[in-house]
């Protein structure tokens, strides 16, 4: 679940976004100040609360936190507004630090890899990577399913050519880290870096 605010060029509005809409046409509910917005499934993908100012004071510009107290008073917007679903937050990392376990050409293409890069003591995901410098052995970040990049993107499972991919391996560059190179490739990290550790919260590169 990601919360996104941004009140100098979107407006008073809270967007929570919940899953991929696939790109789908959306339908949306409408509630006095509060938005439901599904797929063409069925699927709840998003809530927009708008004028939040009159309820929550939102610190921050795009990816935002939201405390255990703002959540209670955004289910308590949901439930006064007429609907019956409730937000439950998803408090893991979603941008961490990774380790490439295995990592294989591609069948259908000369510059991606298939990876298979582990994410916490309990997770490993396969994720298809195209930087040159992709290799076993490497501790990288990792941006999971339901992350949002610095510059707003979302990551989303995909499909690469046939191959099934649940993740990206970051680029400095994708990061938004100073001094960031221009050349193309992947962020190598030390190699005491903690796999599964928050990389937004701890970086030290």
């Known amino acids: 679940m990601i919360f996104a605010y941004n009140k100098a060029h979107v407006g008073d509005t809270l967007m929570v976004i919940i899953a991929d809409d696939k790109g789908t046409e959306n339908s949306v509910i409408r509630k006095g100040n509060v938005a439901q917005v599904k797929d063409e499934s069925g ?3 998003a809530w927009n ?3 939040l100012s009159d309820h929550l004071v939102i610190e921050g510009n795009g ?3 939201v405390t255990k107290e703002q959540l209670a008073e955004l289910n308590r917007l949901i439930k006064e507004a007429g609907f019956t679903e409730t937000l439950v937050k998803d408090n893991e990392p979603k ?3 990774g380790y490439v376990e295995t990592c294989v050409p591609h069948p259908d293409s000369d510059h991606l890899s298939i990876t298979e890069t582990q994410v916490s003591d309990s997770e490993t995901l396969q994720i298809v990577c195209g930087a040159p410098n992709i290799e076993a052995g490497q501790k990288v970040v990792v941006a999971k399913p339901g992350a949002m990049m610095p510059d707003g993107m979302m990551i989303w499972p995909g499909n690469l050519r046939g191959v099934e991919s649940f993740g ?3 680029s400095a560059k994708e990061l938004q880290l100073p001094n960031a190179p221009e050349k193309k490739g992947i ?3 030390p190699a005491d870096a903690v796999i599964g550790e928050d990389f937004l919260k701890t970086r030290s590169v």
């Open 168 to 170: 990206m391996i970051c």
């Open 43 to 45: 699927q709840i993908v």
């Open 63 to 65: 990816q935002v936190e």
């Open 95 to 97: 941008i961490v630090v």
């Open 187 to 189: 962020l190598v990290l």
């Open 49 to 51: 609360f708008f004028h």
